[in-house]
């Protein structure tokens, strides 16, 4: 299961804090960030690559309806 850094950014798009998660593949990383995402926007990373940037307020997703970079 890969790890992932689910990053929190401030208004200016800077990183306040990140927490690391196991998911299962970038669209269940994706989710959870979408449920995090209620008071700042999240950028999701595995390693060197960034997955997404999930904005704040942003609804779980819904099926498989789900866009990466």
């Not at 960030?33 to 999240?42: G, Q, S, W």
């Not at 595995?46 to 940037?53: F, T």
């Amino acid at each position: 299961m890969p790890d992932y850094r689910l990053c929190f950014l401030n208004k200016d798009n800077r990183v306040i804090t990140h927490i690391e998660r196991a998911c299962d593949d970038d669209l269940s990383a994706l989710a959870k960030a979408c449920t995090l995402a209620t008071n700042f926007a999240v950028e999701i990373w595995q390693e060197e690559r960034r997955v997404a940037v999930v904005e704040r307020g942003t609804a779980p997703p819904l099926d498989n309806d789900l866009r990466l970079f």
